[in-house]
T-cell receptor, first 112, second 115 residues
Framework: NAGVTQTPKFQVLKTGQSMTLQCAQDMNHEYMSWYRQDPGMGLRLIHYSVGAGITDQGEVPNGYNVSRSTTEDFPLRLLSAAPSQTSVYFCASRSGSSYGYTFGSGTRLTVV | AQSVTQLDSQVPVFEEAPVELRCNYS??????LFWYVQYPNQGLQLLLK??????LVKGINGFEAEFNKSQTSFHLRKPSVHISDTAEYFCAVSGLYNQGGKLIFGQGTELSVKP
């Protein structure tokens, strides 16, 4: 049981480049979320999903897109990377009956 | 909407001493409350959660927290800390029946346990 798997673990992008952060879970969880973590600001919710085909915006959605075509996968897309998107990104999932989220190990992204 | 305030950004403490990490929340509806721990260069791990019932909640690694509705607080405590408890701790809140279980986090408290 792998839990929540995030790839890549590290990434360096140039300003203006695009990329997709991958997130996959093998627990058949309905709910999935993306957070970014910045020093002194805790974790801020970017986008979340309540099931395949359903997504919604969180606290800081600008500059990010998501889709949920399957229950297992919830990729996060940066269309045109900016230095302000330098952060650590966490994906998390939970089932409908459990209220504790399971987190992935994170992706450390640097935009130069 | 919900919000969380962790009152201390850093808490230094000596090994075997007691510790309390403070968390206040704001919400117009009833809430679920959580504490997560993050060890260096790792993801977040659930320590404990309050959903309903007894206001004193026990979690892993000897931690416990008390839900106080009148003071809108959910402080985390441990009677005797170890070096291995050095980590960042996050308080989080989710509104009851909140679609998608949106989890809102506080800013985090760095616990530093010194020998």
């Amino acid at each position: 049981n792998a839990g929540v798997t995030q790839t890549p673990k590290f990434q360096v992008l140039k300003t203006g480049q695009s990329m997709t952060l991958q997130c996959a879970q093998d627990m058949n969880h309905e709910y999935m979320s993306w957070y970014r973590q910045d020093p002194g600001m805790g974790l801020r919710l970017i986008h979340y999903s309540v099931g395949a085909g359903i997504t919604d915006q969180g606290e800081v959605p600008n500059g990010y897109n998501v889709s949920r075509s399957t229950t297992e996968d919830f990729p996060l897309r940066l269309l045109s990377a900016a230095p302000s998107q330098t952060s650590v990104y966490f994906c998390a999932s939970r089932s409908g009956s459990s209220y504790g989220y399971t987190f992935g190990s994170g992706t450390r992204l640097t935009v130069v | 909407a919900q919000s969380v305030t962790q009152l201390d950004s850093q808490v230094p403490v000596f090994e075997e001493a007691p510790v309390e990490l403070r968390c206040n929340y704001s919400s117009s509806v009833s809430v679920y409350l959580f504490w997560y721990v993050q060890y260096p260069n790792q993801g977040l791990q659930l320590l404990l959660k309050y959903l309903s019932g007894s206001t004193l909640v026990k979690g892993i690694n000897g931690f416990e927290a008390e839900f106080n509705k009148s003071q809108t607080s959910f402080h985390l405590r441990k009677p005797s800390v170890h070096i291995s408890d050095t980590a960042e701790y996050f308080c989080a809140v989710s509104g009851l029946y909140n679609q998608g279980g949106k989890l809102i986090f506080g800013q985090g408290t760095e616990l530093s346990v010194k020998p």
